[in-house]
């Protein structure tokens, strides 16, 4: 899957009027590293501040670890984990004005239909093991040749031998 653009709240942006759950929205889509997320929003009303899980919960926005106020902030993730952010104005976050973007590991290793194929080329290799079963013979026979080898080293062996006594 390729990185995706959200626009936050989808057409209703981010804001606090609708009472749109972001949490909500948040958890029916399905994001991946990579993906960039948009917040649309009117700046002299609303801003984003990405603030930790317990500030998240508890909407404290005074110490923010990132803060965005353009009203047309993209935002990417580009690694797995959580990110909260708020809305840092008075009463927002409070109202609803949240999102916890859950962003998973990149579906595509652990994705058993990914994953899946490998296990065909396994057969496959497999396959070409047991076309190599008509050729047993072959190197057996090598094998042979290498115990004559071994009965001529002897030999020369036993010569050397006799040379010496
Ligand atoms: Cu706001």
């Given at each position: 899957m390729l990185p995706k653009e959200r626009?936050?709240?989808?057409?209703?942006?981010?804001?606090?009027i609708g009472n749109m759950d972001y949490n909500k929205w948040a958890s029916s889509k399905s994001f991946q590293p990579g993906d960039t997320f948009l917040f649309q929003y009117n700046p002299s009303y609303h801003n984003v501040l990405q603030v930790s899980r317990s500030d998240f919960h508890t909407c404290d926005a005074t110490s923010p670890i990132a803060t965005y106020a353009t009203g047309n902030d993209s935002i990417v993730i580009r690694s797995p984990g959580h990110y909260y952010y708020i809305c840092g104005f008075m009463g927002h976050c409070q109202a609803g004005q949240k999102v916890d973007l859950r962003v998973p590991r990149n579906?595509?290793?652990?994705?058993s239909p990914i994953s899946s194929p490998t296990l065909p080329s396994n057969v496959s290799s497999i396959a070409e093991a047991s076309a190599y079963g008509p050729m047993a013979p072959g190197p057996s026979h090598s094998n042979g040749h290498f115990v004559v080898f071994h009965y001529a080293l002897l030999c020369f062996g036993f010569g050397l031998l006799f040379i010496f006594i």
């Open positions: 626009v936050v709240g989808d057409s209703a942006g981010w804001a606090v579906i595509g290793p652990d994705g």
